[in-house]
């Protein structure tokens, strides 16, 4: 099926079944300008110049803009004034939308099983059709829970937190149809390994979380099939040189790829730069852990049942609990990149590649080359997003 576009500026509008972007530096490469031509949804050309006459296109001049694979949040549980947990399908529209506007163009909708309810927010990302959002596509869900450790639940309920179950594990894949991609999981627990083990058997990421878990229990995880780690630092136990706990287990381990909430609040900005000395760039992935304050003003609001504060970019609920971010995912993006002096590509490849090569879609997105799908993003080396493509149509243009 094809992506039309439509420019309403003359007499009578206009149908383009392409669109071609003029002028554009890629990201990887940022001293060279090209042109991409992009056909039924996908890009189909990229050269130093296409002649215009050559192509039946809406023509969009990036005026030198940097052009990026379209941004890629695993870890995002709203925006928009609404969460995932809310369960309403304008909702996920709104969520969508207000991701796209700051160059997201997937996410992993992540959210809780709750245990004492139907979980009608799971059942509706079952059965939702993302070319009825408008923005952002949902490409799975993250489960935070339910088989994580209670002294580390930071702000996840306790209804919210189950022992391992084979039997509910069932019931999950059952009301989340084929839609869960990832679980966070603290591997120290009776019963998990188990649970990790068959996570892993059917190729959904088995995330560390929400864990107390010692160094050789972390090793244990890893060895039942642990690939991933959740807001690493977070929720987790600290470095001490006499019980080291899960962080070198995870820093030594070249296969586990690391979530970083790079906003300098959940992290001090010493410990996203040592990260990133410590281990090779495309192990970082940055995230937002993000609720409904992202594009909202700050206030107060509610999550989950209990009130909580947004102000200065982050979320505590009424006691300080620091429960996400309210900075969207280019922005946590430019912080990363301004914490560690790293260059354009790297910091584009933590939102965009690197998420995309952990869930297994690297052949289709996440880079710019013919055949790829054109999710892509036109922004300035700060990450001010202009534009969001995805599929070849533009869902945000910033006025």
Known sequence: MLNYYIVCNTREPRVFKQLLLRNCRRYDTPTQSVDILIVDGKIRRIESTIDQTDTDAEIIDANRAYVAPGFIDVHIQGAGGFDILDAKPEGLKTISRTLAKFGVTGILATTVF?????????????????????????????????????????GISENCILPASQYELAHIFDITGKRLKMMTIAPELPGNLKIIERLANQQIIASFGHSNASYEETQRGIKAGICHVTHFFNAMPALHHRSPGPIPAIIEN???????????????????????????????????????????PEGRYVYNGRDYISKDGAARYLDGTLIGTALPLNQIARRFKEFTHCTLQQAVDT?????????????Q????????DADLVIMDQDFNVDMTIINGKIVHRHS
Do not use: W
């Open 114 to 154: 709750q245990t004492d309810h139907k979980n009608e927010h799971l059942k509706l990302i079952a059965q939702t059709n993302n070319k009825d959002l408008g923005g952002a596509h949902i490409l799975g869900v993250h489960l935070e829970g339910p088989f994580i450790n209670p002294a580390k639940k930071g």
């Open 254 to 296: 070249q296969r586990i790829s690391v979530q970083l909430i790079a906003d300098g609040v959940h992290l001090h900005p010493a410990i996203i730069r040592g990260v990133y000395q410590c281990i090779s760039s495309d192990r970082i992935i940055c995230i937002t852990d993000g609720i409904q304050a992202i594009g909202m």
């Open 351 to 363: 939102v965009s590649f690197n998420p995309v090569r952990l869930l297994g879609l690297e052949n």
């Open 365 to 372: 997105k996440g880079s710019i080359a013919i055949g790829k």
